[in-house]
Structures are given as structure tokens and as C-alpha cells.
């Protein structure tokens, strides 16, 4: 074979012909970039993508971005063929989702009605009409199946050669036989690829190296903590009566699919315990492998899988495939641009369903290469959520034991993982322990979700959609933060230092609100990009004109340093991280000031001590920053204590709040009384497609603040382009039983216009409430809210709510400044 030619140069230069790999160079030349390089170390396909099974299947995701590459994938493999002449196998078979308990069943209603939403044509058919479709099934413990028609399966490999074929009819190049060795940068920024066949320029790489991802990306600084784990399925022997028509059998309640292979099954497996693989690194060479499958901790699952086609028992086994596959911390794959290096775009750790999603992540990735942001939902999924340690190999092997574990499990959406905890603690976190805190997994940190009363073990009895064990003690802490006074450890926020003459300045081009007025004061505000959609929401401290601290969630954590940093670089502007130097002690609620007065000299008065002052008190034998802020709707200060004096001061606080009722309070009530008074949290219920105004943050936006700020044309636009037809509302459901958690959809006078983007219990509202994107394609405002008659869909049942664009709870802020 003749040695490959490379260029010297190219616009985008894509590593690996994977799918991904060749659905981002198909997709990239499809929008008109043609200079476009796709290198491939070996084949295409040679990674992970030629053993996989091909299921494509668009129900069961409660992300609208997941459900729309889901959708968006299927419809491309069945139009590729006709457009570039190379077949993709997709058959339209259908697909069944199997529901055998009780609480899959509800999560399988949750998420239909959600899909139906998203243009999902899914049914709930009885276990009756499962054996009708596929008769070789045992059906009589199923409760109900979940189908859709137009699902079923592809041939991946033709798949990724038909994306391939469209890619170079387009003018892009594929090069196999040619491996990335690194990638080069100056100044921050990627300026081309060293191959094993010569140097190419470049301005953009995407790293789409599927289970090498990571080593790869570790090169140049960038964290990729993906795990390449085994993944099993099993192909029998020819079964008499199968037929080839028959829909694609998904039952998680036996780890398993099924799909017929060669006139006998396909039967893959998702076991709950799984083998993570290569964590020291995987071989270059490793090319159409196969690894040796372990018999002794797959035959349980096997016995299970065999137990729903009992005739797979008899068929015989003609190959047991075990290759490896990539997955993450968090069950979501990795995308987008690094946080440490510009330009660099990473699209790989797919949790095996790299086939069914691949076009839509190509074509997403694509846009967001081309525009400079995409056009989705990227907040669940960006690259910038993931930190360094987890790329620990500890981490790896510990995690990924259970995330592939998590696949085929029932999605409780209060569980938290339980594997590779306790990495990050707070300062508080022994004291928070024997206050009897359940603790869950907050970016990494231990954070108290909710306290055990004394004689109580803080643990979670049993999982549901319902209300658990702790759901009294939940309500305790909520009423005890509207009617008293609660602690709350918060020392998880990304906390930012920004130094600097130019610090004022930068800060104030970044927010759209003006947070570069009076020294001593907090503002709140959101970072937008250049469209107006939201990229950040948290709130800046000015201390003084040279020194401010920006505050954000912990899931921003990256995205916000990287984005400060880069609009640092050519200004005389310095940010710190200094997340870790100061814990973070909310004391709220109506008792607040009247518990923190006896513990300080400084004067708390409304009059000394207004709402949103920030000033440095003393606290024992402390010195702690006090902001009178609240994220949860009362009266309330945010402490900012250098970690050194954190158990001191916690020690202060918790002695003098013996006389007021102080109650210790965990993140569950953070997310009811937060909810209740709608204020909003970037990544739950607003993300990067959100207008700021749409989003109900107009008020935080200062268009006239001298100077502008990144995203004001497009929001002075959006301002004069009429009354918004998309905006976000509050919800309650009147009935005070149901639970809501994300997804639900919501209709006005039986019209679905909407889904609930986050939600809790409020538990002084008397019912789940949440924050809902209302989408109606007439202008939206508070009398058209009140002319509708408003239903939830809640596992498949419409229940009564009410909406509001202003907080139903303390509308006007009173409590908040008295
Ligand atoms: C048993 C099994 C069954 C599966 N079934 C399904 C299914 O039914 N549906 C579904 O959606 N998904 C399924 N998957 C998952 C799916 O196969 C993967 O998610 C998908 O193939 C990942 O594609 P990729 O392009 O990211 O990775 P890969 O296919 O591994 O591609 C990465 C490519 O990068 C190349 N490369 C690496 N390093 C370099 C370098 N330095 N320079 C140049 N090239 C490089 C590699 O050679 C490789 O070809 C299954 C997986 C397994 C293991």
C-alpha cells in the first residue's frame, strides 16, 4: 500500500474515523467547510465502532438535546444512502422498551410523555401486544412495553462509510493510516497536528478519538476523563421462527436487548457491575480487537438475559464478543471546546450509544466549530463540567465500575453516584457528620443534601419516584429557613478573585448587568454570549476598583474561569481560584440577623447592613466576608470564611444559634425554597439557549451602563422584535400528592406548550413547583398565563397546576429586605 500524503495544512483537522469522527467531517463540509482533514491511525471503523450492535432508538432520554440527536441520527441514516450511494443498514424494525416493575414503569411514563413532547411517536402497549411483536418472549412479568415504530437498527460500519463517503463528495479528505502524535499550540491556542507522516497546520483539531481520547488530549493539557470499559453481547445459534422483522426487545429489568443476528439473537448485556479496561492506557495497535471474555462474572447476567427468550437457551452460543467501549463520570459523553486550550473540541467518551447519537453530535459539533457556539442545550454534556482529578486513574477504575452499571438501572432522579466520593470535603464536613448529614455527589465535592434527626441513620431507605424517608425531615429544614433561621454549608461554590486596574472593566464587558458601581456591594447577573443567550449566571463583589470575586455554582466552575481567563489576556485583569480558600456558611431565614448580631460587633441594622452589602465583619476570632444575599428567598447572609478559621466560625455560629432554633439545612432545601421564589439555576432550568430575556432576567441586564457588554446588540434586538412568544414560567400543581423532577410536560387548554425544565416541593406553596419553558407562538404574558387552563403531565396523568412569570412566593421581595 502506498505510503499517505498529508497536507501541510487545513482549516479543521478531525483525529479518528469512528463515527464520530466521520460524522463531525461530514457535517463540517456539509456547512460549507471543506477544508476539512480527517485522520485515521489505522481504518475507519478499526476503534470501537465496527463490533457495535447498531440499535438506534430515540425514546428514553429526559434531555431534549439527547432526544433530538437521537431523532435527528435515526432520520440521517435513513436519507444517507440515496445522498451518497453507500447503504447505512438502518432498518425501521421498531423498538421495545420493557417495563417489569413498578417504578420503571414510572420512569417509562415520565419519559414517554416527555418524548411525545419532542416528536416522539411512542406507545404504551400491554404486555399482550410485546409477545405479538416478538412472540419469543416471555411476557408474563412484563407490565408494559414502550414502543416506537420507527426505531430499530443500523450496520455501523456502513453507517460511518456512507458519513465518510459524504464527507469526501463534499470536498474533505480522509486519511487512514495516519497517527496524531500531538498537537501543537502557541499562546493558548492549537496551530496544527505533528503525524506519524509529517506536520499540518491547522486553526481547529477535534479530537474524536474514542477510547485514546484521553491520552491524546492529556498531551496538550486537556482533560478527557473517559474509561474504556468491556461490553458484552452474546450471538446464539440460528432459532427456529425468528424473523427478521421482528422490533429490537430492550428489557434493562435482565440487563439485556435483543435483536435478531443471522437467523439466531443478538443478546447484549449491560450488567450492574461492570470491568472497566486498560486504565494504564490502551495499545496504539489495539484494531478490530476483542477482548477475552470473562465467563465466571457475565454467566449471572447471561442465566437473567436467557431467563426473557427461553429459547435462546436451547439455540446454542456461536460467539460471546466482548470489546471495549468508553465511558464517563457521568454517563454523558464529552463535548466541545477545552477549557485549557482554544480551538481544541473534543467529541468522544459515548457510553455505548455513540451509533444512535452520532449524527446528531457530529452535526451539533459542526454548527459549534463554524458559529462559535452551538445550537443546543450543551450544558449536561460540555467538556468544562468535568475536572482534572477525575482523569485520575483511581478515579477511573472506581467510578466506571459503576456508570456503565447505571445504564440498564431505573434513573431515580434523587440518586446520587456512590462510587469514587469523598474527593473534595468541605472544612465543615466532620461537623456537618455528626449533625447527621446524607451527603451526595456535588461536582465532586461531599455536599449535605439533608440531615437526619438525632437517633437516626442518614440513609436512603429505598429509592422511588415518591416521597422518601427523608421527606419529613426535608420539610423540617424548608419551614425552618422561612420561619426561622438555618445553616447551610455551601463552601462547594467556584469562587473567583479578579484583581487587577483593568479588573472593573473586563468584569463589567463580560455581565450584563453593571456590577462595577459602588464598592461593597453584590450584583447579580448573567455572562451572555455575542447571540444573547445565557453562558453564566452568578454574582460579582466589588470590593474595591481593583479587586473584585465572582461567584458561581459548582457546575460552572470551568466554564466561567475559562471564560474570565481568556477576556483576562490582554487587559491588566488576574483570576484566582480561590474556590478552596474560603468555605462558604449561608445563615437564612427571618431569625438570620438577630443570630448573626450576637455573634459580631459589626451593626447587621437594615439601615448599616442593606440587602446586597458586602462588607468584612469579625466572627469570633475570625475575619469572614458577610454578603447580604439570598439564593433561598428570606433575609439572609452568605459568610465567605478563609478555611483555616471555617470550624471556628461554624463552631461560633452553631453555639449562639442554640437560643434562636438554628437548624442545620442540606441542598434538598436549597432546591425547594430556591424553586419556590424562582430563582434560577444555569444548567437545570436555564442554559446557553436561553435568551436573557426569555429566561425572566430582564432585570438584570443594563442596557445602558456606559461601554455595553458582550451579547447587548442582540438583546436590544430581541427587545425590539415584539412580545417574546417563548418565555419561562413558574408552576405549581395544585394537587399537593405529586412529585415533579424535570421533564414533565405542560399544557394550556390541553395543548402541550411546554416541559418543566427543574423542579422540587414547595413545601409553603403546598405542592411541586417548577420552572417551565413555555413555548406557545403567541405573546406571552401574565393574562395570557391566567386565560388558560393550565394541566402537568405526571407519568401520564394531567393534574391542575397554576403559572406565573413573577415568583409565587414573596413576589415583591419584603421579606428579603426587611
Ligand atoms: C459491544 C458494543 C455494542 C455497542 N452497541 C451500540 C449500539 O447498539 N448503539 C450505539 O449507539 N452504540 C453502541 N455501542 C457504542 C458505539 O460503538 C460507540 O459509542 C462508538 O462506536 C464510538 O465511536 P467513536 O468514533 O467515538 O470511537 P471509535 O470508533 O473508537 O473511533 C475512534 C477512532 O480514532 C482513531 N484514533 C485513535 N487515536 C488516534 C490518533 N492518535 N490518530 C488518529 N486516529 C486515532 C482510532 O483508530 C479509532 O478508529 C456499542 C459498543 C460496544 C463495545
Not at 210 to 221: P, V
Request: with cysteine; charged share 25%.
Amino acid at each position: 500500500m502506498a505510503e499517505p500524503a498529508v497536507p501541510n495544512s487545513a482549516r479543521i483537522v478531525v483525529i479518528g474515523g469512528g463515527i464520530i469522527g466521520c460524522s463531525v467531517a461530514y457535517h463540517l463540509a456539509h456547512m460549507g467547510c471543506t477544508d476539512v482533514v480527517l485522520l485515521e491511525r489505522d481504518r475507519l471503523t478499526s476503534g470501537t465502532t465496527w463490533h457495535a450492535a447498531g440499535l438506534i432508538v430515540t425514546f428514553g432520554s429526559t434531555s431534549e438535546t439527547s432526544t433530538e440527536m437521537r431523532k435527528y441520527s435515526r432520520d440521517l441514516y435513513a436519507r444517507l444512502e440515496a445522498e451518497t450511494g453507500q447503504g447505512t443498514g438502518f432498518r425501521p424494525v421498531g423498538f421495545i422498551e420493557a417495563a417489569t416493575d413498578a417504578d420503571r414503569l414510572e420512569e417509562y411514563r415520565r419519559v414517554s410523555a416527555f418524548n411525545r413532547y419532542c416528536g416522539i411517536d411512542v406507545h404504551e402497549i400491554s404486555a399482550r401486544e410485546v409477545q405479538d411483536l416478538f412472540p419469543l418472549a416471555r411476557t408474563d412479568d412484563m407490565l408494559a412495553g414502550f414502543y416506537v415504530k420507527e426505531d430499530g437498527r443500523a450496520d455501523p460500519v456502513d453507517v460511518t462509510m456512507a458519513l465518510a463517503k459524504g464527507a469526501r463528495l463534499k470536498g474533505a479528505k480522509i486519511i487512514e493510516g495516519v497517527s496524531v502524535t500531538d498537537v501543537l499550540q502557541s499562546r493558548g491556542a492549537v496551530t496544527g497536528v505533528r503525524t506519524s507522516h509529517g506536520t499540518i497546520r491547522c486553526e481547529t483539531v477535534v479530537n474524536c478519538a474514542g477510547m485514546w481520547a484521553r491520552e491524546l488530549g492529556a498531551l496538550s493539557g486537556v482533560n478527557i476523563p473517559l474509561q474504556a470499559a468491556e461490553h458484552y453481547y452474546l450471538i446464539t445459534g440460528k432459532l427456529p421462527g425468528i424473523d427478521r422483522a421482528w422490533p429490537v426487545l430492550e428489557d434493562p429489568g435482565s440487563y439485556s436487548y435483543f435483536r435478531e443476528e443471522g437467523g439466531g439473537l443478538m443478546i447484549g448485556l449491560f450488567e450492574t457491575i461492570c470491568a472497566p479496561w486498560k486504565v494504564d492506557g490502551v495499545p496504539k495497535d489495539f484494531s478490530f480487537g476483542e477482548i477475552e471474555p470473562d465467563w465466571d462474572r457475565m454467566t449471572p447476567y447471561l442465566e437473567k438475559a436467557m431467563a426473557r427468550v427461553p429459547a435462546s437457551q436451547a439455540a446454542g452460543i456461536k460467539k460471546f464478543f466482548c470489546g471495549p467501549e468508553s465511558f464517563t463520570p457521568d454517563l454523558k459523553p464529552i463535548v466541545g471546546e477545552a477549557p485549557e486550550l482554544a480551538n481544541y473540541f473534543v467529541a468522544a467518551g459515548l457510553n455505548s450509544i455513540g451509533i444512535l447519537t452520532g449524527g446528531g453530535i457530529g452535526r451539533m459539533l459542526a454548527h459549534w466549530i463554524l458559529t462559535g457556539a452551538p445550537d443546543v442545550d450543551i450544558t449536561g454534556i460540555n467538556i468544562d463540567r468535568l475536572h482534572p482529578y477525575q482523569s485520575n486513574p483511581d478515579y477511573r477504575r472506581t467510578r466506571t465500575v459503576e456508570s456503565l452499571g447505571m445504564v440498564y438501572q431505573c434513573h431515580y432522579p434523587t440518586r446520587s453516584m456512590m462510587t469514587a466520593r469523598n474527593a473534595k470535603r468541605s472544612p465543615l464536613h466532620d461537623r456537618l457528620v455528626a449533625r447527621g448529614a446524607y451527603f451526595k455527589d456535588v461536582s465532586g465535592w461531599e455536599g449535605a443534601d439533608w440531615y437526619a434527626p438525632p437517633g437516626v441513620e442518614p440513609r436512603v431507605e429505598r429509592l422511588s419516584w415518591g416521597r422518601q424517608s427523608w421527606f419529613a425531615y426535608w420539610r423540617a429544614e424548608h419551614e425552618a429557613c422561612r420561619n426561622g433561621v438555618i445553616l447551610m454549608d455551601m463552601s462547594f461554590m467556584s469562587k473567583f478573585l479578579v484583581q487587577g486596574r483593568d479588573a472593573g472593566r473586563v468584569l463589567n464587558h463580560l455581565s450584563a448587568n453593571n456590577v462595577d458601581g459602588e464598592p461593597g456591594r453584590i450584583t447579580y447577573t448573567q455572562w451572555l454570549n455575542e447571540g444573547g443567550t445565557i453562558e453564566a449566571d452568578l454574582t460579582v463583589t466589588k470590593h474595591n476598583d481593583q479587586h473584585y470575586m465572582v461567584v458561581a455554582s459548582d457546575t460552572a466552575h470551568r466554564h466561567v474561569l475559562a471564560r474570565l481567563r481568556r477576556h483576562c489576556a490582554d487587559a491588566h485583569a488576574f483570576a484566582t481560584d480561590i474556590s478552596a480558600a474560603y468555605a462558604q456558611i449561608n445563615i437564612q431565614g427571618p431569625r438570620s440577623r438577630e443570630l448573626l448580631q450576637t455573634v459580631t460587633s459589626a451593626d447587621l441594622s437594615n439601615e448599616a447592613f442593606p440587602f446586597r452589602c458586602a462588607k468584612e465583619i469579625d466572627l469570633g476570632l475570625a475575619r469572614v466576608l458577610c454578603v447580604r444575599i439570598t439564593y433561598l428567598g428570606e433575609l439572609g447572609y452568605e459568610l465567605y470564611v478563609p478555611t483555616e478559621q471555617a470550624t471556628h466560625v461554624y463552631d461560633q455560629l452553631v453555639q449562639a444559634g442554640d437560643s434562636v432554633g438554628l437548624r442545620h439545612a442540606g441542598l434538598k432545601a436549597l432546591a425547594s425554597l430556591r424553586m419556590e421564589k424562582g430563582y434560577r439555576d444555569y444548567g437545570h432550568d436555564i442554559d446557553n439557549t436561553d435568551s436573557v430575556l426569555e429566561a425572566g432576567l430582564g432585570f438584570a441586564v443594563d442596557l445602558k451602563k456606559p461601554g455595553g457588554f458582550i451579547g447587548r446588540d442582540a438583546v436590544l434586538a430581541k427587545k425590539s422584535s415584539g412580545p417574546l412568544t417563548r418565555r419561562l414560567a413558574q408552576v405549581l400543581v395544585l394537587d399537593p400528592e405529586p412529585t415533579m423532577f424535570h421533564a414533565e410536560v405542560v399544557h394550556r387548554n390541553g395543548k402541550p406548550v411546554g416541559y418543566v425544565r427543574a423542579a422540587s416541593y414547595g413545601f409553603t406553596l403546598g405542592g411541586a413547583v417548577g420552572l417551565a419553558m413555555i413555548e406557545a407562538g403567541v405573546p406571552i404574558d401574565q393574562a395570557w398565563l391566567d386565560a388558560g387552563k393550565w394541566e402537568i403531565d405526571i407519568a401520564g396523568r394531567r393534574y391542575p397546576a397554576r403559572t406565573s412569570l413573577k415568583p409565587m412566593y414573596d413576589p415583591e421581595m419584603k421579606r428579603i429586605r426587611q
